[in-house]
Structure formats: C-alpha cells, structure tokens
C-alpha cells in the first residue's frame, strides 16, 4: 500500500517559517519525482513545488523566492521549507509523485498563517 504521510504544519505569524516533511513509501519514492501540492479554502488544489529524482526543481510563482524543496533519498523523504510566509499561503499541503497519482493523495498537513 502506497503510502505519504505529511507533517510539520501549524499555525504561523506571517513572515515566519515552516518545515514540512513527507515520508513515502520506499518502491514510490525512488522511482519518481515528487511534489507538494495544497489547496486553501474555497479554491483549487495547486501545484506548490516539485523536485525530480535529481536535483531538478520547479515552483509555482507564487512561492518562488521564499519556498524550497528538496529529498532525501536514504529517507524516502521529501521536504518543503517555506520562509516569508503569508497569510495567503494558508491551506492544506500534500505531497505526491509528479504527475500526481490519485491513489497516493494522504491527509495533508494544515498550514495556517495568521497574526
């Protein structure tokens, strides 16, 4: 059974920062490149960041400049560390291989930024 559990969202001062994490089951992660994804209240789920099996990395404008991710391989991890954040960044974050696969989508992590 395929497998991504995310954590390390909360609830944030805007310009603050977070560390999500996504660990994936083993036989999916090595094989594919990977993304996080999220979607806000209201809206559709989006494309955040994604990472190729190398050292590839792609970014939604929005997050440019401010977001970076990035994997572990020894880990079957994939990581999204997001600086400056804004109120706007408010959603719920997945992860998932890129293209995304519908059977993977897991609970997702809440990202809250609020003063």
């Known amino acids: 059974q395929v497998q991504m559990v995310e954590s390390g969202g909360g609830l944030v001062q805007p310009g603050g920062s977070l560390r999500l994490s996504c660990v994936v089951s083993?036989?999916?992660?090595?094989?594919?490149?990977m993304a996080w994804h999220r979607r806000a209240p209201g809206k559709q789920r989006e494309l955040v960041a994604g990472?190729?099996?190398?050292?590839?990395?792609t970014y939604a404008d929005s997050v440019k400049g401010r977001f970076t991710i990035s994997r572990d391989n020894a880990k079957n991890t994939v990581y999204l560390q997001m600086n400056s954040l804004k109120p706007e960044d408010t959603a719920v974050y997945y992860c998932n291989t890129l293209p995304w696969m519908e059977d993977y989508w897991g609970q997702g992590t809440q990202v809250t930024v609020s003063s």
């Open positions: 990472i190729g099996i190398g050292v590839s990395t």
């Open positions: 083993e036989g999916i992660f090595s094989s594919n490149a």
